[in-house]
């Protein structure tokens, strides 16, 4: 993909820089220290900012996945040897959704 990665260690710090519009956000559930990466997405889900997330952990609870999944990310990926390979497909189909959706826009004046 054609895309910058920045990463932050502090989950606030990723928050404060939502108004810059990132093309995806890619959660830990075990991101802070007093939230989990779940209150985190409930709290980006309540901005309703269009952003897509993709939850990336070893979290292996079904209880928290299926709540994860409900409301909606755009994948829930479990941490193994092959979980990188499947981010960066994730973040690719992301990157044609967006090339596509931008080209139709363009085209039916949108």
Same mark, same amino acid.
């Given at each position: 993909?054609? %895309?910058?990665?920045?990463? %932050? ?11 810059? /519009? ?10 802070? #220290? *007093? /939230? ?9 889900? /309540? ?7 993709? %939850? %990336? ?10 709540? #994860? ?5 755009? =994948? ?9 390979? =499947?981010? *960066? ?20 004046? *949108?």
């Amino acid at each position: 993909g054609n %895309y910058a990665v920045r990463t %932050y260690t502090n989950p606030e710090d990723m928050m404060n820089h939502l108004h810059e /519009k990132p093309f995806a956000i890619v959660l830990d559930h075990f991101f802070g #220290i *007093r /939230k989990t990466g779940l209150d985190y997405l409930k709290e980006l889900k /309540k901005r309703k900012l269009g952003i897509p997330v993709i %939850y %990336y952990t070893t979290l292996t609870d079904p209880g928290i996945i299926s709540e #994860i999944e409900s409301l909606g990310v755009e =994948r829930f990926i479990q941490k193994d040897s092959a979980s990188l390979v =499947r981010l *960066r497909t994730a973040l690719d189909t992301l990157t044609e959704k967006s090339t596509k959706k931008g080209f139709l826009g363009k085209l039916f004046g *949108r």
